[in-house]
């Protein structure tokens, strides 16, 4: 190996701040070697285009998505499941119809499931929403840098998130599967147990739900009710979110009877506000479009906010640490596709 220059790496992540590309943190220059070990993991065509966004008339190939991914830091062996969660989102009707140019700043949540866990090194247990591992970190991260250079939406231009959300291109989970008492999401989503996949979906946000003070499930079940039917969240009819729970819960629920259906059926009865409640903050009011507006004409009653309990309208996955019960709620920006994109597994020559 050559001697290592740091002033000339210096001056190439300069010149990457200097062209526009960064989301604001250091980039890995992406030389065209390095590209080609990416490019050299998967089957795919350089020029497929696996994204096109219409009203900006910009599209996606697998060599852009390539450059990115590179330049977020990934490892090449990476670069499959960049893909897989690049599929996923595209699966959202979201991501097509402006969702990554709102005003709510959504957040991409990828859930990998499967052997490529371990392979690749992905987080699953403790911290598993946080930093300090790469896969994790950089792989969102690609998604970002591919809506910014290949899509063109950049901050206060295309993108015009009010506040937007923490952790936009961070969120990366590993489901831990083996301390889920349910089967994987991946097969839930459709694929057959022991397959490296991804899902992903669009966040408005996540909040934690901490409780450790009952063993009783339904309590539980109703404080996790109480945190999803928050009325700052509700702006339109219904809505659809997520929960990732921590093991300790989700084998809590499991030891009471509960599996991924009853689970969903249980909130789906109780989520919800009363018309008073909703009307206090100027929310009861179904306009014909679906958003909510300030009545004070409807009737009291109660009104529910998932419109069904099935997996479009409530994703449940578990990661995190036994060590506690403390569980998430996310709150999706749409609904979530209920798929999953196999991971491709190609040998290297």
């Keep these: 190996m050559s001697e290592l220059d740091p002033d000339l790496a210096q001056a190439a992540v300069e010149h990457c701040y200097d062209q526009g590309w960064s989301d604001g943190l250091p980039l890995v220059p992406a030389s065209q070697p390095l590209v080609d070990r990416f490019l050299a993991t998967t089957s795919r065509p350089p020029d497929e285009v696996i994204g096109r966004l219409a009203q900006v008339d910009r599209e996606v190939t697998v060599e852009l998505a390539a450059i990115n991914a590179a330049m977020a830091g990934c490892r090449p062996e990476y670069f499959p499941v960049v893909l897989a969660a690049w599929d996923a989102l595209m699966r959202e009707r979201a991501t097509t119809g402006g969702g990554w140019q709102s005003t709510s700043g959504p957040a991409p949540l990828i859930v990998v499931n499967g052997p490529v866990r371990d392979e690749l090194g992905f987080n699953k247990a403790g911290g598993v929403f946080g930093p300090g591992f790469r896969a994790n970190a950089t792989v969102p991260r690609a998604i970002g840098l591919i809506v910014r250079n290949a899509l063109g939406i950049h901050p206060h231009v295309f993108e015009q998130a009010t506040q937007g959300l923490p952790g936009r291109w961070s969120i990366c989970v590993a489901e831990n599967e083996e301390e889920s008492p349910w089967e994987p999401l991946s097969v839930e989503a459709g694929l057959p147990a022991g397959t490296s996949a991804v899902a992903a979906t669009l966040l408005r946000t ?51 009877g509960f599996d991924r259906a009853k689970v969903r059926s249980w909130l789906a009865e109780r989520c919800g506000r009363t018309v008073g409640d909703l009307a206090d903050v100027g929310k009861d009011g179904l306009g014909d479009n679906g958003v909510r507006h300030a009545s004070g004409e409807r009737p009291d009653g109660f009104d529910r906010l998932l419109p069904a309990d099935d997996p479009k309208h409530l994703l449940i996955a578990v990661a995190g640490a036994r060590n506690a019960g403390i569980s998430m709620v996310v709150r999706l920006f749409s609904d979530w596709s209920a798929t999953a994109v196999p991971v491709e597994t190609k040998e290297l020559a």
């Design 206 to 256: 996540s909040e934690f739900v901490d409780n450790r003070h009952t063993s009783d499930a339904e309590q539980l079940l109703a404080d996790l009710a109480d945190t999803i039917s928050r009325t700052g969240a509700w702006i339109f009819r219904h809505a659809s979110a997520g929960i990732v729970f921590c093991p300790e819960h989700a084998q809590l629920l499991a030891g009471a």
